[in-house]
Every structure is written in structure tokens, then in C-alpha cells.
């Protein structure tokens, strides 16, 4: 397969956007994306769209040739991909593979989500759908219950404590503050993230991710166009996905992902890389105890150590290893299927210098862990930078 | 890219199955095909997998990583795409990609849909969220509505008779005789069919595939494993996808896809051939009308001399251009996300010799035509004998 870059990435405003649809926010991030590139929509081979169910949330399933329709490319292949939360890592592995085996030269891939329709307890219901229906969902599990069992088991496996776990909405809260696109520009405490309103036990309201509506996008296409490309540009080192149960019951161990420590070292391999190589992480905090989890799976931190990554600032934007700069799921916001696609636009305007007031010095590689259902499906993405 | 080929394809009983989830349906097609491939379960790479819509249907999002679950497969990628009743056709398509690219050695293509769980009032409610939402899902259309309108276009442009689609569904019901896993098993007549309930005028039931339960499953390798294989094999000789317009009122022709033509084409092209080269077709006979338009579309029939083809006796299965000799989604029974896997494999299983009383003569190159939602995505595979 041929080597493939990143030449425009486009990203909406993440929150309660009221009344508009994902086909119009996806339009609106690819047409920034688009213009970044300097390519034409005409230039465009293909299109992926991760979504998780524009059907429950919009009332509209086949959406994806809903996105080439409302863009003008008539009649350009689209296709929607959906893997729960991953939907949109998945969205862009596979514009990675169209142009990489020499299918397309110009892949656009997209990912979006218009969550804030429904009432709250229904989308609690349509996400809880993401896990074991006939063993989970039916008995009345929902992704709190679940991640609290995690947590609850990494504690006492670990030691890992309730404050480790708020020093990571703290860390994330605080990092979304620079970023002008995230849901929330609210620096919280740690004892504010402890004492707010008990969830699913032990997880708190600030270890959980909000409900939110965005899109995000990024055009794919050769390394040999991208890097004479006369503008930004980074090159995919690799890109990797694993899948693991349904149920929580059939896995060995609570206290991480087996997923992820497939994708992980899978990425690495492809990429002839190792931890020590990458300089920044985009991973899936939907609850605090996943980027703990995250950390640790992938193999930046010892499994039981990553809970004091966050507490000794470590992992803040000017610590050894920045994590969620962007302000992560929990902070950004986490609009389903656009999280995937959203993380390497982060990772793309970092090793791009386009990340403002939260640019990092000096950075080289970095790398984004996409997470679906309780961790069922993972990507994992593995960047550099192109110039 | 490199060559692909098929070494084993499994399918289930179409119809009303009962108590079992689509997650079972596939387990069952998947392990027929592995048989059929002399590969185990961990010898498969990637799984793909076409479901239109199990969160409606079973309640069950993140479908995807439940097959290799169920399969003993433990962590293998698993993906879902949906592209409305080309779920499948995706499915098989993508299998294609991940082979061809050389990502993949081994994957397994699987579609299925367990749909009579619902109200057949659910289901159709169901199915028109496949079409544009704002423009024609609100204002309340449905897909019988939606052909209708095609259908009666198709009237006045070129004379088509309600005899002439009456004909494709005698003709598919006959075929269906003789294929021991559709769902009808029951001559009709032309007079039987035209005088049937009226459904959305000018299309009686008859003019419409029914609602059903199944699976279909395809093993996908490299050609040169493939010629090896000590067992049936086929050449995929091309593949290709095109999309269109949302809303029919944005598209120039109510006679015919664009989709379709820019498909058939593409595959053409990719594969080296014409239509004067292929032998069979498994067309996408959602409706009566949607069969004449396919086989005018894809350039075996002039516009408007479709209608003629199945009255006259030339798309039977000893006629010169055989159309749906499994029974077609009329009578063999269209369970969404399993068509377009389920086309592939019967024209693996004629290709192969492996079609029983329907064994059609002769036969070195067989292709497919599977459409979703209004003709918004249209995917076409070419397939050539491979002994």
C-alpha cells in the first residue's frame, strides 16, 4: 500500500447546537476542510462517514449520500461506517485504506452526530445500545454502570483513588479553556468533580462526558500529492483496529482493554515506533477512568500507574506527556461519531502549528485511541509531521 | 490492488425465522462459508458486516463486533456499513478493498437483517427513514410510494404495461421454485399479480418483496490463494459504487438511476467487458419496475425495452439473459443488510456449479446490482468462473 497524508481538516463548534441537522454540520466541516486542502469538491473520489445512528437521533438512516447530495459532488461513492463511539476512527482508517491501496486519490472522511433532539434519557437508552443487548442492555445496564465497574475494579486492583480520576476532568476542563470549538470554558476543581452529583458508583458527574452536537472532517490522499502540497500537511504513519467482546463477562480483566492494547501495538508496529516515539495522545475519555485506562492499555504508563498521570501533571498540555489537549471527550465534547474524526483534526493542527493558544512545542508524532461501546471496537491513528 | 477471489459462501433460509437474533443468522452463513473455504475462524483478518439497522430492529447498536463474538473469533476487526438495503453489497465491497490492498489476507463479508420481529407497519416506517428525511420521509412518503412514482413515469414515457412487471414477479416466483432457501415457494400468475391488493397505485403486492429474516456470508482472498484452493473458487473481476441525490425531485429522470449507469459502468470498465460478456444478472427487484430499470440501466436492455424482457421470456432461466434465477428479492425474500451478499453468492454458487435444480449452462461471468434507499447508492460486482 502507498503511503497517505492529511491536507485539510475541518471542525465545527461542539455543544447544543440547536436546530440543524448533522448533513448540514458535516457540510460545514468538510467545506472548511475542502478549503484547506485547495482541492474542489469534484476532486473528491470518495466519502466515509462515521455516524452512530443519524436514524434514532434525526429520523434518517442511508445518510451518508445525504453528504456528496447536500455538497454538490453528485453521484461520488459515500458510505457510512458505524462502530458506536469509534464510528468516526473507523471513518477515517477507511479513507486511509481507499487511498492507500489506490482506489481513490482524494478521500473526504467525515463524522458527526446531532445528539441534543432527544431527551437525555433517551439518548442514555440509544447509547446503552452500543453494549450486549441480550446480556447487558436487557437487564438494565447503561455505559456509566458499566465504566463504574471499571473504575471500581481498577481501584481496587490499583489503588487508584476517586481524586486520581478528577484530576482528569480537572486537567481536560482546564485544557478545553484554549480550545474556542470545545462544549464547555469552565475550569473546574478537583473537590468541585468529587462532589458533584453521584452518577453511577463510583463515577461522579464530572467523570462522565457530555451529550453534544458537532462534525469534523479531514482530507485523505497520497503522500506523494501531500507533501507538495503548499500547505499543511502531515503524513499517516499508521492506523489499526481491534474488536473484543460484546460482554463485559466473557473478558479476563475489568481493568482495561484488550482492544487497545491490540491496536496499540499493532499502530506501533506499522509504524516502526515505539511509546517513547510519540509525543501527544488524543484518546477516548468518555468517563475519567477510560484515559486512565487509555494510557496505561497503549503503554505510556505501567497498568496501575496511569491514575497518577493527571494528579502529577503529567499529562498536561506543558507536562511530559500532553493528553487530551484538546479537552478531550470529556471537555470538547463528545458528539459520537465525530470523536474519532475530531481527534486527528487535534493531532493534525498540532503537528501543523495550527493549534493556537494549546500549540505544542516541538512535536513530532502523535497518536489518538478511539473507543467504541465498552471498548469493543478500537482505533488507533499514529501521525508525524509533514513539513 | 491485487487480484481477489471468493473460496467459500454460506447462506441461510430466508423468511420468517422465528425466535433468533440477526447476530445468530450470521454465525450460522459465516460458519458454512468458512467450511466451504477450508479456513478456520483464526485465519480470518477483518470481518465486514451489512446491517441496515439492528438498533431498530434487535435493539442492538455496534453490531459489528458481536460476529466474531459469537464466532470465537476473539479480537478480531469487525466493522458495520450501512448504506440502506446496499448494506450488503458495501459489505462485500469493502471485504474486496481489504483484500485487494493487501491489508488483509482473509476476510469474512457477512449481511443479514432480522426484520419480522416488528409490525409490518414498523417496518415500513422503518424503511422510508432510507429516504430523504425533510424533502419526502416528513411529507410522508414510503418506498411503494416512491416506485410508484417511477413506475407510472416509466408508463408514460415508454408504454410499460402493469403486464410487463407482473411478469417479473411471475418470472421470479417461478425461479424461486427451485431455490430451496427462499421464502416463497408458490407459482403466481400474470392475472394473479395485477389483481392483487393495490399497494401504491400503479404497484399491486405482487410488484413488492416482502419482509424477511436471514444472513449471507462470503470468505474473500487473494486470487493467488484462491486458484490453489482445493474447492469451488470465483474471480471477482470488478466492483463499484456510485451515489445520488437525497430527494427524487433534485434528480433530472424518474425512469432510471444515474446511479446504476455509473456503476454498471465503472464496473465495466474496471473488469474489461461489456454487457455482451456477462451471462447472468442478480438484480435489486425491491419492485417490479426496479428490475426493468436495472437491466435498462446497466446497458442490457435499451430504455424503455425492459419491460419487455421477462414477457417475452428472455430473463428466465433458460432465456438468453437469465435475471434472478435465486428468486430475487421478489420471492427468494429481501432481508435488507443480506442482499447484497446473498446476490455474490448465488452467483458464486452458479459460477461453481453448485446451484442445483437452477444450475444455469455455461456460464464464465455473472454480475450483481444491489441498490439502497431511492437509488441513492447503487453497488455493481462482476464475478468470472474461476476453474
Known amino acids: 500500500m502507498r503511503e497517505v497524508g492529511i491536507i485539510g481538516v475541518g471542525h465545527t463548534k461542539f455543544g447544543n447546537l440547536g436546530r440543524v441537522t448533522s448533513r448540514e454540520l458535516i457540510t460545514a466541516a468538510a467545506l472548511e476542510a475542502l478549503e484547506m486542502s485547495s482541492l474542489s469538491k469534484d476532486d473528491i473520489d470518495a466519502v466515509y462517514a462515521g455516524l452512530l445512528s443519524p436514524d434514532i437521533f434525526e429520523h434518517q438512516m442511508h445518510a451518508a449520500p445525504g453528504i456528496p447530495d447536500y455538497l454538490g459532488m453528485k453521484n461520488t461513492p459515500s458510505t457510512r461506517l458505524e462502530a458506536a463511539c469509534a464510528s468516526g476512527g473507523l471513518s477515517v482508517m477507511h479513507g486511509i485504506i481507499g487511498v492507500a491501496s489506490g482506489l481513490y486519490d482524494h478521500v473526504l472522511s467525515v463524522g458527526a452526530e446531532k445528539m441534543t433532539n432527544l431527551p437525555t434519557s433517551h439518548v442514555t437508552e440509544a447509547l446503552a445500545m452500543c453494549a450486549d443487548d441480550i446480556y447487558e442492555v ?29 484530576a482528569v476532568a480537572v486537567k481536560n476542563h482546564k485544557h478545553a479553556m484554549e480550545n474556542e470549538l470545545a462544549q464547555f470554558h469552565k475550569e473546574i476543581t478537583i473537590e468541585k468533580a468529587m462532589n458533584s452529583l ?190
Open 138 to 166: 436487557a437487564p438494565g445496564i447503561t455505559f456509566p454502570g458499566a465504566f463504574a465497574m471499571m473504575a471500581r475494579r481498577h481501584e481496587h486492583e490499583f489503588g487508584t483513588t476517586p481524586e486520581m480520576r478528577a
Open 198 to 387: 453521584m452518577i453511577a458508583d463510583p463515577l461522579t458527574l464530572y467523570d462522565c462526558s457530555p451529550i453534544t452536537d458537532g462534525a469534523a472532517a479531514v482530507v485523505i490522499v497520497p503522500w506523494e500529492v501531500a507533501k507538495h502540497h503548499d500547505g499543511p500537511k502531515v503524513k499517516v504513519k499508521a492506523f489499526a483496529q481491534a474488536s473484543d467482546t460484546m460482554s463485559l463477562h466473557d473478558r479476563p480483566d475489568l481493568t482495561g482493554f484488550m482492544t487497545t492494547k491490540i491496536a496499540a501495538r499493532t499502530a506501533f508496529e506499522r509504524a516502526g515506533l515505539t511509546p517513547k516515539d510519540i509525543d501527544f495522545l488524543e484518546v477516548h475519555d468518555c468517563f475519567t477512568i477510560a484515559e486512565i485506562m487509555a494510557i496505561e492499555d497503549m503503554g505510556f504508563y505501567e497498568k496501575g500507574e496511569g491514575g497518577k498521570a493527571a494528579l502529577n501533571g503529567e499529562t498536561y498540555r506543558d507536562g511530559r506527556l500532553p493528553v487530551n489537549v484538546s479537552g478531550g471527550l470529556k471537555a470538547k465534547g463528545h458528539p459520537i461519531g465525530a470523536t474519532g474524526v475530531s481527534q486527528v483534526v487535534e493531532v493534525f493542527k498540532q503537528l501543523s502549528g495550527l493549534a493556537h493558544e494549546r500549540q505544542l512545542d516541538d512535536v513530532t508524532y502523535g497518536m489518538t485511541q478511539n473507543l467504541g461501546g465498552s471498548g469493543s471496537t478500537i482505533v488507533c491513528h499514529i501521525l508525524e509531521r509533514g513539513d
